[in-house]
Structures are given as C-alpha cells and as structure tokens.
C-alpha cells in the first residue's frame, strides 16, 4: 500500500496538536489494518470529547474551526488511501462547526 503525504498541520495550540494528528493517524491505521489491537472507538471519542471541550468556550471558536477544517481533510486524505473517513458524517463534531458558523 502506498500512502501519500499528510495534509500539513495547523498553526494552533501545541497542546491539543500533539494529540489530534496522531489520533487522527491511529484511526486511519486501524481501518487500514496496519495497526491491530486497538480500539477506533476510543481514539475518535478522545478527538471528538477534545473538540467539544475546547468548543464550549467561545473564545476558542476560531482554533476549533482550524480543528474541524483540518479533520476534513484528513478524511479527504483517508479516502485518498483507500480507507474510509476516519470521522464519521454524524459526529457532533459538524454541528459544533455549524454552530459556530451560524
């Protein structure tokens, strides 16, 4: 399987960045089989719960959005590679992003 390069990672907090690519990663490994044992649940839970977190206080919309922008494109990326979105269309995720929006 080759594997093209990663979307670059936002400018944002490098606390929540150092967990939320790699999670992202661990999710695509899991669906792609690279990586057995673990539990996707757990990993898209642990990103979703960071998101709302950080989504309840409104001055951190803009990082959130940077987040969830980012998260696109790694699904885009995940389908890229043969695998599946490694974030589901119904996460909470989108509505707290058409919330912010709206």
Known sequence: ??????????????????????????????QAKID????????????VNKIKTR??????????LVLIDYIEKMNAWSKENGSKDLIGSRSPIWKIRNGIKG
């Open 36 to 47: 057995l044992g673990y539990n996707k649940a757990l990993f898209v839970s642990s990103i």
């Open 1 to 30: 399987m080759t594997i093209t390069k990663l979307p670059e990672k936002p400018q944002i907090s490098p606390d929540i960045l150092s967990d939320i690519p790699k999670s992202l990663l661990m999710v695509f490994k899991i």
């Open 55 to 64: 989504a309840k206080n409104p001055s951190n919309n803009d990082e959130v």
